[in-house]
């Protein structure tokens, strides 16, 4: 399943944050998405996710507008990752995780049991097993990521967007959450467009898109775009790079 | 999901021992066997008279109130993602104690009382949903302000009504602005709305455990938000217009029930839903046979009693440690 933006411009009140923006995303490629704070990272996963209306252009799912798609058959073909939420849950981590399996509920009496099966995969993609009969409202900032991350996949869409999924994680959770991001396209063919700021994972993407946040955008693959000057412009600090290729990573120098 | 798998059918137990204790308790001493025997072998009597003409149709009356207005608590505080709403917030109830007030000072009988409450609670309904949904969406501060800004006139409104009405009627308004029960009749609409709206959201529940995460997750996660929003702003209406044509103004059910289940472990709607509503049913129930004996033979407006034995309960658990 294929993502396409055609001429896309999002703009939040005056200000146009991204300017005629083409990008296609197809199955089996991994994007990550760069930018300053308030460059419109968030507003275009929200546009492509048909949750917020964009100033311009066209997106097509598999060929087809979001809106065109009935909202739980749009549930099973694309999932969010959002930043933020706001909303405490009242239940157990297992109970929150299941809930990514609302758009493929075939019954109206609780789960099938492929469903529990996806649950039982997402907890264990995460470590999440041992915690699973924990309330959510008792876990810390990263076992709530995971739990966020693990819901996306019982979910278990093609099209995957991913905002901040790193945010909390701690270090080897960070690794992992990238690992099985990148097993989820490399092995089971899905599509990716992860929203981040470290810089550290940038080499694992094959694909990049530079958002500026003034209008400008630039999309290629992460051996064209990432290098030292480039990154130093989109933001606006001195970047220095080490290693090349998969292992190059940036860091912020004064 | 096995978690206290218990407490559906304890729940069940003590709504029917609620229903038991408010036949056994009255002016008429009656020992629990005589009721059992009325129930299971009537034969004509006094005492048949007493728990079929009397006392049954006060104690379903009773649990079908109680029923409805914790189930619209629970309905509400999805809505409006609010553990403190209750299913007045809206100014349903305002409306329709408005509708009554006015039929009762114009000197009109139950019957049109009731009509003059169905007739408030619904202008109300439909003029809170006129101001608040626009171009297919909620917006829920606007929701709930508007409900809160409505009830805030209606009370004045009422206030003006009271100071207003002869001596005479002044009682009987007051009771029904408190929640009062005796002057309920027949109980069937109310346990026929009270099965539709459990039911049919009983179905959805998936739905509203997704739309506690909050709208933007439910859409990402593929729930019609428009669709679902307004199905349970007008299930809660219904369910409120109800109780209120039953009971009048019973207040703290609808808030407390589906807050303590939830703080005893309940969450998931499949099942709090109709754990509230047989918990809101027993509370009320309890509550009423409490309000018609401890006095007697004056009777006592229930509303009073859900209040006094709501308050020290929410207090109690709200106190506990999680």
């Not at chain 1, 055609?6 to 998405?33: H, I, K």
């Not at chain 2, 007739?119 to 809160?148: E, K």
């Not at chain 2, 309000?291 to 309960?313: C, D, K, N, S």
Request: proline share 4%; aromatic share 6%; glycine share 12%.
């Amino acid at each position: 399943m294929s993502l396409k933006a055609e001429q896309l411009t999002l703009a939040v009140g005056a200000r146009t944050l991204v300017s005629r923006l083409d990008l296609a995303l197809a199955p089996g490629e991994l994007w990550a998405v760069l930018g300053c704070n308030g460059s419109g990272k968030t507003t275009l996963l929200h546009a492509l996710a048909g949750l917020a209306p964009a100033a311009q252009g066209r997106i097509a799912i598999a060929g087809r507008a979001p809106a065109d798609y009935a909202r739980r058959e749009l549930g099973r073909s694309l999932g969010i990752l959002l930043q933020r939420e706001d909303q405490e849950f009242w239940g157990t981590l297992a109970e929150y995780v299941m809930l990514g399996r609302y758009p493929h509920a075939r019954g109206l009496f609780g789960w099938g049991a492929d469903d529990e099966a996806a649950g039982a995969r997402a907890l264990d993609a995460f470590d999440l097993a041992p915690l699973a009969e924990r309330a959510y409202g008792t876990l810390s900032g990263g076992e709530r990521q995971r739990a966020r991350l693990a819901q996306l996949w019982a979910q278990d869409p093609p099209l995957m967007l991913l905002d901040e999924p790193l945010q909390h994680l701690d270090l080897r959770h960070q690794l992992q959450a990238l690992e099985r991001v990148r097993e989820a396209v490399r092995d089971a063919g899905k599509a990716a467009l992860v929203v981040m700021h470290d810089l550290a994972f940038a080499g694992r993407f094959d694909r990049v898109l530079l958002l500026y946040g003034d209008g400008r955008h630039a999309a290629g693959t992460a051996r064209e775009l990432l290098e030292a000057g480039r990154l130093a412009g989109l933001y606006g600090c001195n970047v220095r790079a080490f290693g090349a290729g998969a292992d190059a990573h940036f860091i912020p120098v004064v | 999901m096995t978690r206290r798998a218990w407490l559906l059918p304890a729940l069940a137990a003590a709504g029917a021992a609620s229903l038991y204790i408010a036949l056994l308790f009255g002016s008429l001493q009656l020992s629990a066997v005589q009721v059992l025997d009325a129930l299971i072998a009537p034969t004509p009597g006094v005492i048949d008279d007493v728990i079929w003409k009397l006392r049954l149709p006060r104690a379903l009356a009773s649990f079908a109130c109680g029923g409805l207005l914790a189930t619209a608590g629970v309905l509400l505080q999805v809505l409006l993602r609010n553990p403190l709403a209750d299913p007045y917030v809206l100014g349903i109830s305002g409306g329709a104690a408005l509708g009554s007030l006015v039929a009762v000072l114009a000197g009109a009988g139950l019957v049109v009382v009731n009509l003059g409450a169905l007739a408030g609670a619904l202008g109300a309904i439909a003029l809170v949903f006129a101001l608040s949904f626009r171009a297919g969406d909620w917006n829920l501060h606007r929701l709930l302000l508007t409900g809160v800004v409505l009830s805030a006139g209606f009370t004045a409104l009422i206030s003006l009504l009271l100071t207003l009405a002869p001596q005479a009627q002044l009682q009987g308004m007051l009771f029904w602005l408190m929640g009062d029960l005796s002057h309920a009749g027949a109980s069937g609409y109310a346990w026929i709305v009270l099965a539709a709206v459990l039911g049919a959201f009983m179905l959805y529940a998936g739905s509203l455990d997704a739309l506690a995460l909050g709208p933007l997750k439910a859409r990402a996660l593929g729930v019609a938000l428009g669709a679902v929003q307004s199905a349970i702003y007008f299930g809660a209406a219904l369910a409120t217009v109800a109780a209120v044509l039953l009971g009048g103004t019973i207040g703290f059910v609808g808030m407390m029930v589906p807050h303590a289940l939830r703080l005893v472990g309940v969450h998931d709607h499949r099942r709090l839903l109709p754990a509230s509503a047989l918990a809101g049913g027993g509370f009320v129930t309890l509550a009423d046979t409490f309000a018609r004996t401890a006095l007697a033979p004056q009777q006592l407006p229930v509303g009073v009693f859900t209040a006094l034995i709501g308050v020290p309960v929410l207090l109690f658990l709200l106190s506990r440690r999680p």
